[in-house]
């Protein structure tokens, strides 16, 4: 029968499991209540598939018994050399062991403890299963870490082939810039070595000739700095009027839309003034262009426009539209023009890149969004960013 006293025991030793997540907190509670309440020497739970792999062990250690008592049994005795006995309980995949002076009632302790397995069955599991969860998550998070970062690396690889099929248009544009003003400097200089070649020189019109060629000269260095500023990313927000960024954009593409006849036109309050990543803005509306410009070698048009609309879309955002009249896209193409590497272009003309690129600056670094409409005449891609785009260091080239 049992006394008030085995009640209270059993009562301390309930109360002991399950009180952890954690195995190791959780069995040293248990181990350390049988022992203090029962008079345990030691104590300790080790796995049965390596009896050296204890797990957890108060007291003095000591040696695991060579044959453990099946895992069916409530529990077993082990009697030692050292005049002492050990009690063994299953539980789960592994056993509690305990080391009693002989003249102990081992025997009433193995049954008290054995009431409890189904309760420390479930609070190992429990712990385990806890121990399982965060590894998971360490490893979901891990691999989650690895795919941004192989995801950021794509991205920063496809702005890098993006900037640099703006760079093969730039060429072209640069070309366009410079032939007037190379041209103009060769007739001038012919003529005068001819004038010098004749002995007919004159100091007004040499004089005259000299300053026509230092103007297209600093013409010329102007055109470098456009394009070199262009390939300069900011590395913060910085001030800009519309004005400026049409000024800009003309100095870039105006010889070469002017050689294919297009008329670029800017409407809207050019003392208009945002805070944003100036030189990314610009390689959107640069793809924006360059696309429209494609278009209009496909689609003839006897009148070839590119109209460029600003306006304030409430107090804290701006709206451009961009349309061209050169033509409609197929609705089936413009579900698609802003996937990455989808093009309608030759594989020589087309990357694919430019508007799913355009997109990625906008909604990522811009904080904007960037969406296209096409009707029978005309289509228009639409901008909209904020008047103040946050600060925010980052380097994508």
């Known amino acids: 029968m049992k006394t008030a006293n085995d009640h209270f025991i059993a009562f301390e030793c309930l109360n002991s499991i399950g009180n952890s997540l954690e195995l190791e907190e959780m069995l040293s509670e248990v181990i350390s209540t049988f022992m203090r309440w029962t008079g345990a020497i030691a104590g300790k739970y080790i796995e049965p598939e390596s009896l050296n792999c204890v797990l957890k062990y108060i007291g003095t250690d ?5 044959t453990l008592i099946d ?3 409530p529990f077993g005795l082990h009697q030692t050399s050292e005049g002492t006995v050990i009690l063994d309980v299953p539980v789960d995949s592994g056993h509690f062991l305990f080391v009693f002076q002989e003249d102990t009632a081992v025997e009433s302790f193995g049954i008290m403890l054995s009431t409890f397995k189904l309760k420390l069955f479930n609070a190992i599991n429990a712990c385990r299963n806890v121990e399982n969860l965060r590894t998971l998550n360490f490893n979901l998070k891990q691999q989650l870490d690895a795919e941004k970062n192989k995801n950021t690396m794509t991205e920063k690889l496809m702005i890098s082939q ?7 248009e730039m060429i072209g544009m640069i070309a366009h810039q410079w032939r007037q003003p190379i041209t103009v400097i060769g007739i001038i200089a012919n003529n005068t070595l001819l004038d010098i070649q004749l002995e007919n020189t004159n100091s007004k019109q040499l004089t005259n000739d000299l300053k026509l060629i230092d103007k297209h000269i600093h013409f010329l260095s102007r055109t470098i700095d456009d394009f070199r500023n262009f390939f300069r990313p900011n590395k913060l927000p910085q001030s800009v009027t519309f004005g400026e960024i049409a000024k800009d954009l003309t100095s870039i593409v105006g010889k070469s839309f002017d050689s294919q006849q297009i008329s670029l036109s800017f409407e809207g309050d050019s003392e208009i003034a945002f805070t944003t990543y100036k030189n990314e803005l610009l390689q959107v509306f640069l793809n924006i262009l360059n696309n429209a410009k494609d278009a209009f070698t496909e689609n003839i048009n006897e009148h070839p426009a590119i109209r460029f609309h ?11 539209l ?9 609705s089936h193409i413009l579900e698609r023009i802003f996937e990455p590497y989808f093009s309608t272009k030759s594989e020589k003309n087309g990357t694919g890149l ?3 690129m355009s997109s990625i600056i906008v909604e ?11 009707d029978a005449d005309e289509t ?7 008047k103040n785009t946050n600060e925010k260091q980052y380097n994508v080239y």
Do not use: Q, W
């Not at 993006?162 to 093969?168: D, F, H, K, T, V």
């Not at 961009?322 to 197929?330: D, E, L």
């Not at 228009?380 to 904020?386: G, Y």
């Open 62 to 66: 000591f040696s695991t018994p060579e």
């Open 364 to 374: 990522k670094h811009l904080n904007g969004s960037l969406r296209a409409c096409s």
């Open 162 to 168: 993006s900037r640099m099929a703006i760079m093969g």
């Open 310 to 320: 600003l306006s304030e879309n409430g107090k804290s955002s701006l709206l451009f």
């Open 71 to 73: 895992s069916d049994e």
């Open 380 to 386: 228009t891609f639409a901008v909209h960013v904020p």
């Open 322 to 330: 961009i349309s061209n009249n050169a033509g409609s896209i197929p």
């Open 354 to 356: 430019g508007l799913y």
